[in-house]
Nanobody, 120 residues
Framework: QVQLVESGGGLVQPGGSLRLSCAAS????????MGWHRQAPGKQRELVAI???????NYAASVKGRFTISRDNAKNTVYLQMNSLKPEDTAVYYC??????????????WGQGTQVTVSS
């Protein structure tokens, strides 16, 4: 089993910053990805940013240049630094861990979600 505990959401004014954290525990494969997705009301969940255990990254076009993903493999923790926040960034942000075995099979895990609200 894998547990993901998120923190760092909240209310921030447009142009402000927030830092999300997600700590993973349990059965974590050596090859994995950790990242963040978000879901706004009435919309589908979408990828925000993801980072592999080999440190490759992928960002949604809408957040490139504003958000930075990082991870501490020793702590099994992933971070999302969000700068220059916009009202359209308002959503529930979900931490995601994908365990990947040597055959390429993917085991997905999700956190409970943390609310980020950008409003004046």
């Amino acid at each position: 089993q894998v547990q993901l505990v998120e923190s760092g959401g909240g209310l921030v004014q447009p142009g402000g910053s927030l830092r999300l954290s997600c700590a993973a525990s349990g059965s974590i494969f050596s090859i994995n990805t950790m990242g963040w997705h978000r879901q706004a009301p009435g919309k589908q969940r979408e990828l925000v940013a993801i980072m592999s255990s080999s440190s490759s990254t992928n960002y949604a076009a809408s957040v490139k240049g504003r958000f930075t993903i990082s991870r501490d493999n020793a702590k099994n923790t992933v971070y999302l630094q969000m700068n220059s926040l916009k009202p359209e960034d308002t959503a529930v942000y979900y931490c995601n861990l994908n365990n990947i075995d040597r055959t390429g099979w993917v085991e997905k895990h999700w956190g409970q979600g943390t609310q980020v609200t950008v409003s004046s």
